[in-house]
């Protein structure tokens, strides 16, 4: 068995995530598990518009749908790049954008 990789979270994605609600919370941890342990999560879509490699966990809740953008194509580890609440169908350009920041410097400090 290969051995998971680390998740590290960037900007306040951590603090993003743990505004989960309970239940919200707990299926983006399992979901993220699967990924450490080069899985695909359950439900998820590329976000080849944050960049590429970006993908994104959906998450639907009593309280509402819940996304997890991550890339998890470098070797050392998975990276969350955003954690939110979706409030409309689309995704909002904030959204997009801050996710699209992160990636970017992310590829910066592992001098891709």
Known sequence: MIDPKPVEFRG?????????????????GHQLDQVQNGQ?????????TVGQG?????IRDAAGT??????????????????FQK????????????ASKRYRDLLKELGQ
């Open 40 to 48: 695909e999560s359950s439900d998820w879509k590329p976000m080849s």
């Open 87 to 98: 409030k409309t169908e689309k995704t909002s350009k904030a959204d997009l954008d801050l």
């Open 66 to 83: 819940f996304r997890v953008i991550y890339v998890a194509k470098f070797a050392d580890a998975v990276y969350v790049l955003h954690c």
């Open 54 to 58: 970006a993908k994104e966990i959906r």
């Open 12 to 28: 306040s994605s951590l603090d993003d995530l743990r505004a989960f609600p309970l239940p919200a919370r707990r299926e983006a």
